[in-house]
RNA sequence: GGUCCCAUCGUCUAGGGGUUAGGACACCAGAUUUUCAUUCUGGUAACACGGGUUCGAUUCCCGUUGGGACUACCA
């Protein structure tokens, strides 16, 4: 079996899509299950598109995530350049090289010209307006031109791009690993521009073109790429490289909530969610797009969810680790159908793995929010409050966002449970035990239960009828994690204080 | 419009010619937790439709419908 080589090959013109990041996820699988290569090329031949930034983002979320790079820019290879920038030369050889064996020829229309020869085919009532075998001839290009016209026109500096001449019929099919045997008949393709008046080639030609020189054995992308799929086997045809032409493997594309359509940025701003792994400024517009890290996912949690979004392994394990994902992991398993974008799910998973972790792992979270809010904590102290709080917890973030009492004194009291439960029971029992727990240096939470016992015992009133009222005093709030625990993180002069505090500031029932 | 792809609970999906169509998320109910969360138990909920093929189709074939992608000198 030939050696696995796979490729990533965004193109940096923004913020790497979550959707990018699964098909980096899913070559990375399989690479690292076969024990071959991950590359990482970047396809930049749009220079007007160009995002200062971009490919450093697109390094750091991969980063982030645990894809690692085997080969590429910044990790160096055998086949460098791998910026497609810097490969120009490299198209302009096989372009040359299809010209010569007539497989393409140079076309000299402008836009105006292209534009009316759709508006042409359009009026004439024609189901497709393409620049192919039917109208090529009626076109400004060295096929109807002659070759001294065409010489004498690429001396001028006249502009010109490289168009493959596609054949006016003729099936063509493709043997797709995840959705079988496509077959499109040639004369819906139309004779598309390989290189650019700029120089530049396009997707199709430089793909194809480094695809064979990187000798990929898997083309792993997005659905959308289906269409063109069998331009670029005529490519690797033409190019003599049919029998080096890697598998194509599309998968299924990553839809709206709603199911209509493409995930975009635009669907998760409206509805909440991030859909970019890291944060992300626009350079242009300055604006800011929050990432999955700055939302309080875990890298492994997103992965696991990514995972799932068009693959399954088959068993009822939910819970893999990228390990297991790599064990687990096979092309045949890949589903057809387009998945929708769960965020519940999403948050499912990360809640799984944050309760998995250890305390000491979980505090530094929470030690970085309090970093951001100026306030000084320990780390065993941070620690502890983890402990009490990860399991409620669904983002890294609501270890301070639920936690904030342990730092900040309630200001106000949640207004339900003060009308239901601040009563004179509540009153008498607060101050006894305000007055017991001032007496103690240290507390502990087996102390603090103890001492609540005892003064309610002796005041013959039930505990349970008072503890919302002992915590709305000392967190605030309506729940939490235990209170005896939190008294304990608290110390026993702040818990007084927040208990007198209560006492003082609200109303006396009668 | 044209070309291509797709179709099992609300969502992610397993399954496959004869099954009580399985799991997970979400939702609902109960138990535990003197709160909330966690955890546990239970529940609601699906094979888009119409033709074939077959003793028998949700499964195979065809069509319809629905959805999606592509249709640039963007990737």
Not at 247 to 271: E, V
Not at 346 to 362: C, D, P, R, T
Not at 421 to 431: G, M, Q
Not at 492 to 506: D, F, G, P
Request: glycine content about 8%.
């Amino acid at each position: 079996m030939r050696e696995i080589r796979v490729r990533f090959a965004p193109s940096p013109t923004g913020a790497l899509h979550i959707g990018g990041v699964r098909t980096a996820l899913y070559n990375y699988l399989l690479a690292r299950k076969h024990k071959g290569t991950m590359i990482l090329r970047i396809e930049d031949t749009d220079q007007t598109r160009f995002v200062p930034g971009a490919e450093e983002y697109i390094k750091q979320s991969l980063e982030w995530v645990g894809i690692k790079i085997d080969e590429g820019i910044t990790a160096g290879g055998a086949h460098e350049p791998y910026r497609q920038s810097e490969r120009k030369p490299i198209y302009k050889e096989y372009a040359q090289k299809l010209i010569d064996s007539g497989y393409a020829y140079y076309a000299f229309d402008t836009n105006e010209e292209l534009e009316a020869m759709r508006n042409r085919l359009k009026a004439a009532g024609s189901s497709n307006q393409q620049y192919s075998a039917a109208t090529r001839m009626d076109m400004n290009n060295s096929l109807v031109n002659s070759e001294e016209d065409t010489k004498r026109k690429i001396a001028a500096g006249e502009a010109y791009v490289i168009r493959l001449k596609v054949p006016a019929e003729g099936e063509i099919h493709l043997q797709d690993l995840i959705r079988g045997d496509v077959k499109v008949d040639s004369s819906q393709i139309d004779d598309k521009v390989l290189m650019k008046s700029d120089g530049m080639p396009t997707y199709h030609l430089a793909n194809v073109v480094d695809d064979y020189l990187m000798n990929i054995s898997h083309v792993i992308r997005g659905e959308e790429w289906l269409p063109s799929a069998p331009l670029h086997v005529l490519l690797y045809r033409y190019l003599g490289w049919e029998k080096e032409m890697p598998q194509f493997a599309h998968l299924p594309l990553l839809l709206k909530p709603d199911g209509n359509g493409k995930l975009s940025k635009r669907d998760a701003d409206q509805m909440g969610f991030p859909i970019f792994p890291l944060n992300w400024t626009d350079p242009n517009s300055g604006e800011l797009a929050k990432g999955f890290r700055e939302s309080g996912y875990l890298s492994e949690a997103l992965i696991n969810f990514l995972a799932f979004l068009g693959w399954n392994p088959g068993s009822e394990q939910e819970i893999f680790s990228m390990e297991e994902l790599i064990d687990a992991f096979s092309l045949e398993r890949i589903g057809k159908a387009g998945a929708r974008f769960d965020i519940q799910k999403a948050q499912w998973f990360n809640q799984q793995y944050l309760k998995a972790k250890s305390n000491e792992e979980l505090s530094n979270y929470l030690l970085d929010s309090l970093k951001a809010e100026s306030i000084e904590c320990s780390k065993e102290k941070a620690e502890k409050i983890c402990g009490i709080m990860k399991e409620r917890v669904t983002f890294t973030h609501d270890f301070w966002l639920h936690g904030k009492f342990f730092f900040i004194a309630p200001a106000s009291y949640d207004e339900q449970v003060i009308a239901k439960k601040w009563n004179a029971d509540a009153v008498t029992v607060l101050t006894a035990y305000s007055q017991e727990i001032n007496k103690l240096n240290s507390l502990t939470a087996e102390l603090a239960k103890a001492t609540l016992e005892t003064v309610t015992t002796n005041l013959g009133i039930g505990t349970g009828k008072i503890l919302q009222a002992l915590r709305v005093s000392i967190t605030g709030g309506a729940s939490g994690p235990d209170l005896m625990m939190t008294m304990e993180i608290l110390g026993s002069k702040e818990v007084v204080s927040r208990i007198q505090h209560a006492l003082n500031t609200l109303k006396k029932p009668v």
